[in-house]
């Protein structure tokens, strides 16, 4: 109940293409949905987060999108970059510091 | 200011020996997190300072782990008699407030421990 699945694992996408990666939950409670993004060598950092009041949310390329009744939240990523090419996150927490991650997704974008 | 940094950034060690892992949180943060972090999987709480407040020690895997934080300021995490399980990045974060419905966790480059 309290894992957070996420999927792929891997992923490579062309330049200028969508990235989509997908994260599923069970525990009802979570209520805050946060994604980070690691590069290697590096700490995760904090790309965008969502609450469950809303069913989307956008910061420049990057996108939330949430739906409360599948128990599922999905990140995109717009016009994918090189530079975009990392391990992403997602993760959810009941409203406490104890975050739940997913297990990640390591994104290529090929030039 | 500064971010979050640990050290060391690599330390191998032979099974059996202790290791001691530093973080220096980002300067007022009162929140302090350590993961762990194992090759293709992702972050495993272990504990979490808060204040003056008992430690949430919850997420340690054994009784060879343990840690300390001084105040509001520097964390050790200390793994006894190692294994090779042992092995991965351990990663601390720091955070400002811990609001509900959660806060941002600036996180440090992590420690890769290897343990032959």
């Known amino acids: 109940q309290q894992q957070v699945k996420q999927s792929p694992q891997s992923l490579i996408v062309q330049k200028g293409g969508i990235s989509i990666i997908n994260c599923a939950y069970e525990?009802?409670?979570?209520?805050?949905f946060p994604w980070y993004q690691q590069f290697p060598g590096k700490g995760p950092a904090l790309l965008i987060a969502?609450?469950?009041?809303?069913s989307e949310k956008k910061e420049g390329r990057f996108t939330i999108s949430f739906n409360k009744s599948a128990k599922q939240f999905s990140l995109h990523i717009m016009d994918s970059q090189p530079g975009d090419s990392a391990t992403y996150f997602c993760?959810?927490?009941?409203?406490?510091?104890?975050?739940?991650f997913g297990t990640g997704t390591r994104l290529k974008v090929l030039a | 200011g500064a971010g979050v940094s640990q050290s060391p950034s690599n330390k191998v060690t032979e099974k059996g020996k202790d290791v001691e892992l530093r973080c220096d949180p980002i300067?007022?943060?009162?929140?302090l997190y350590w993961y762990r972090q194992r090759l293709g999987q992702g972050l495993e709480f272990l504990i979490y300072?808060?204040?003056?407040?008992?430690?949430?020690k919850s997420g340690l895997p054994s009784d060879r782990f343990s840690a300390e934080r001084t105040g509001e300021s520097v964390s050790t995490l200390t793994i006894q008699r190692t294994q090779q399980e042992d092995s991965a990045v351990y990663l601390c974060?720091?955070?400002?407030?811990?609001?509900?419905?959660?806060?941002?966790?600036?996180f440090g480059p992590g420690t890769r421990l290897t343990v032959l």
């Open positions: 974060a720091s955070s400002l407030v811990r609001m509900a419905g959660g806060d941002t966790q600036y």
């Open positions: 525990n009802t409670a979570f209520d805050y």
């Open positions: 969502i609450r469950p009041d809303v």
């Open positions: 993760a959810a927490t009941t409203g406490t510091y104890k975050y739940i």
């Open positions: 300067s007022g943060h009162t929140a």
């Open positions: 300072f808060q204040g003056n407040s008992a430690p949430d």
